[in-house]
């Protein structure tokens, strides 16, 4: 069972666009919400993270924007660039407990 | 500081063989983990460690065996290679009450 569904799977975006990642949960006892980019070859790496106490966060143009009560959370990424180009994982944690992935999309900015 | 270094990068093993995935750390996180990725899956935890002489079951735990003799070192065994386990295996590490976890760069392996 996932712990976290995270969508779309893959999307394709126009340099200078905007690209969006949803993901949602259901364990509400996950206390700590964060991104993770991957690039081929590559393990994954944190990008941004989230605590429930706040709505949004922003880094540059990245910000994670969190629904507590809808227990849903997403990523956008303003002003794409093509070295965006890289998997996405969303993920959520409880505690000092492990780390839970979504099933991670593939973003591709076009030039 | 390296990180997290896993050994070896690729790894193509016949069904039935055994093998062990190395991982290990220079950081002195006491939290390590064993991930592994696959196309539509994500990133499924394995097994983990809190601390040395300390593991516990993740996720899909079954044909994979671990240990932690020292804080450094978190191998993986496969014990007898199934083609299901074809994957891409990532350690990871972190100090125990913080969050951000450090990845390796992965071990692909294909079982044939």
């Known amino acids: 069972q996932q712990q976290v569904k995270q969508s779309p799977q893959s999307l394709i975006v126009q340099k200078g666009g905007i690209s969006i990642i949803n993901c949602a949960y259901e364990n509400t006892a996950f206390d700590y919400f964060p991104w993770y980019q991957q690039f081929p070859g590559k393990g994954p790496a944190l990008l941004i993270a989230i605590r429930p106490d706040v709505s949004e966060k922003k880094e540059g143009r990245f910000t994670i924007s969190f629904n507590k009560s809808a227990k849903q959370f997403s990523l956008h990424i303003m002003d794409s660039q093509p070295g965006d180009s890289a998997t996405y994982f969303c993920?959520?944690?409880?505690?000092?407990?492990?780390?839970?992935f979504g099933t991670g999309t593939r973003l591709t900015v076009i030039p | 500081n390296a990180g997290v270094t896993q050994t070896p990068k690729f790894q193509v093993l016949k069904t039935g063989q055994s093998m062990t995935l190395q991982c290990a750390q220079d950081?002195?996180?006491?939290?390590m983990s064993w991930y592994r990725q696959d196309p539509g899956m994500g990133l499924r935890l394995i097994h983990y460690?809190?601390?040395?002489?300390?593991?516990d079951q993740g996720e899909v735990p079954n044909g994979y065996n671990v240990s932690r003799s020292t804080t450094e070192d978190f191998p993986l065994r496969l014990l007898s290679a199934a083609p299901s386990q074809t994957s891409v295996y990532f350690c990871?590490?972190?100090?125990?009450?913080?969050?951000?976890?450090?990845f390796g760069q992965g071990t692909r392996l294909t079982v044939v």
């Open positions: 990871a590490s972190r100090n125990t009450g913080t969050t951000e976890a450090f």
């Open positions: 460690s809190v601390g040395a002489g300390i593991t």
């Open positions: 993920a959520a944690q409880g505690g000092a407990n492990n780390l839970f």
């Open positions: 950081m002195n996180h006491e939290y």
